[in-house]
T-cell receptor, first 111, second 115 residues
Framework: DAKTTQPNSMESNEEEPVHLPCNHSTISGTDYIHWYRQLPSQGPEYVIHGLTSNVNNRMASLAIAEDRKSSTLILHRATLRDAAVYYCILRDAGSSYKLIFGSGTRLLVRP | AAGVIQSPRHLIKEKRETATLKCYPIPRHDTVYWYQQGPGQDPQFLISFYEKMQSDKGSIPDRFSAQQFSDYHSELNMSSLELGDSALYFC??????????????FGAGSRLTVL
């Protein structure tokens, strides 16, 4: 699977937007971009995924660069409950029976 | 909505003993995944099963084995336990495991402590 690069940690204030970047310069044309997060002492949780177009759901938005070499997870209004480790993961469209976690970004939300 | 059920939630074993973890996937999910997460580590992929057949293998020690049964539940068997096996073990399930667009749902995990 292609590699992703994320900052080790980021900080945000509560109720402000958060932009979590991810670089994936070796992404292939069939790789989906997935984001998962892991809250303390819990199992990982799906956040959002996309292929080429920007995506929105109730949790977040995913902005994908036109060349697909980077993407940004956007939390529109951070809450204390959003403090977690966020993982950006690439998965091949047709041959992926696994989800490989990298290092992720630890998000700290200040009240 | 039904979630992924893991049991037991906590397990304490002695070195060289054997442990078995169970995972009950979400109904109609055909793929099960196992992960190991040591203290302060990121989740490491161990193994996955699609329609009761092993579909992919990660960094699973030879002392560990797993299978998926006809009712789609899965069990992870760990033998000759070592101190380093102390970790959180997560199970996840999904539909259509091969597709890179599918979404995994994780269980709450089983915490194994080896003394």
């Amino acid at each position: 699977d292609a590699k992703t690069t994320q900052p080790n940690s980021m900080e945000s204030n509560e109720e402000e937007p958060v932009h979590l970047p991810c670089n994936h310069s070796t992404i292939s044309g069939t790789d989906y971009i997935h984001w998962y997060r892991q809250l303390p002492s819990q199992g990982p949780e799906y956040v959002i995924h996309g292929l080429t177009s920007n995506v929105n759901n109730r949790m977040a938005s995913l902005a994908i660069a036109e060349d697909r070499k980077s993407s940004t997870l956007i939390l529109h209004r951070a809450t204390l409950r959003d403090a977690a480790v966020y993982y950006c993961i690439l998965r091949d469209a047709g041959s992926s029976y696994k989800l490989i976690f990298g290092s992720g970004t630890r998000l700290l939300v200040r009240p | 909505a039904a979630g992924v059920i893991q049991s037991p939630r906590h397990l304490i074993k002695e070195k060289r003993e054997t442990a078995t973890l169970k995972c009950y996937p979400i109904p109609r999910h055909d793929t099960v995944y196992w992960y190991q997460q040591g203290p302060g580590q990121d989740p490491q992929f161990l193994i996955s099963f699609y329609e009761k057949m092993q579909s992919d293998k990660g960094s699973i020690p030879d002392r560990f084995s797993a299978q998926q049964f006809s009712d789609y539940h899965s069990e992870l068997n760990m033998s000759s336990l070592e101190l380093g096996d102390s970790a959180l073990y997560f199970c996840a399930s999904s539909r259509d495991g091969k597709s890179g667009a599918n979404v995994l749902t994780f269980g709450a995990g089983s915490r194994l402590t080896v003394l």
